[in-house]
């Protein structure tokens, strides 16, 4: 098997799903986000939320504001909006005209933040209308929340393919997929439904949240689920299918917030992620896949023009640091 060279420069990549939060986390987790990416897709699952062209505008010059005091000054962050029942075409058009290139549904009550969100994609006709008509992309969070924890991506499917059926032109994301059956929804989908894939998607199983004493800081939403779901996305990102990309879904919580009964969801895995997917396709002898991958498939879905800048990967011992501010990353201490 032909490994990687010890240094490798390729496109710089995009992460097309992050949460980069406000205030102080915000200032810590942005700049981490600017050293690996060029371009990253911020959640709007905010407090408030991006709901708004005020929002949006004030919450971008935000972001721009943690990075200007860094040296990865070139990151810029791509802007979505949290989409709320009864929204109206208007205020899509305003959002779009503030920058918006994608619009999230939060099923109510499917994750951080989501409580103000949709119960059916009927409460929101008229802004799935207009985000077709503009060319917005749909980016889902897909899990039906009542249903059982394992099955909650499953379980969402119908809705999927209701949406799709009635907005044959809208572009959508199925974020952070998880499972087998979600990623056989995509594959045998339409041409305009795409996935983004994590790190800890690819990587881990329910074993590494509750197989031995029980891992926080692998929990996230959707969970982590079977070697053999897992397998199905290995097999997603080693197809070289252009509808599936890297989205990190890094969402830094506290670790007060995490270490507690009823702790939050959520994994901060930007500091280890290209580091691991860089040994990821060496070790399935994909190294020809990367690129495309973390730095290509993403932009060409949300029709972007791809980065023209580089990065440079070397082969070194990369530690992973054990806290960022108070927040413990994905693999903390762990050598890559
Ligand atoms: C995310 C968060 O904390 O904002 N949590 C997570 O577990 N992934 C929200 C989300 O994307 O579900
Ligand atoms: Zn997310």
Known sequence: MKSFSDKISIRKPD????HLRQGEILKVCAPESAKWFERALVMPNTNPPINNRERLISYKKEIEEAISY??????T???????YPEMKEEDVIKLSEAGAIAGKLYPEGSTTNSEDGIKSWEQIKE???????LGIV????GEKPDSFVLEREKDYLPELFKIIEHYPDLKIVLEHISSADGINAVITGPANLGATITVHHLLITLDDLIGQGIDPHNFCKPVVKTPKDREAIKNAVLSGNRKFFFGSDSAPHLESA??????????FSVPAAIPLLVSFF?????QELLENFISKYGAEFYKLPLNKSSITLERKENKIPGKFLDIIPFMAGFFI
């Open 258 to 267: 995490k270490l507690k009964a009823g702790g939050s969801a959520g994994i």
């Open 282 to 286: 060496e070790k399935n002898g994909s």
């Open 15 to 18: 992460d097309m799903h992050v």
């Open 70 to 75: 860094h040296e990865n000054k070139t990151f």
């Open 127 to 133: 802004a799935l209308s207009a985000m077709s008509k």
């Open 138 to 141: 749909l980016s889902i969070h």
């Open 77 to 83: 962050p791509l802007m979505s909006f949290k989409l």
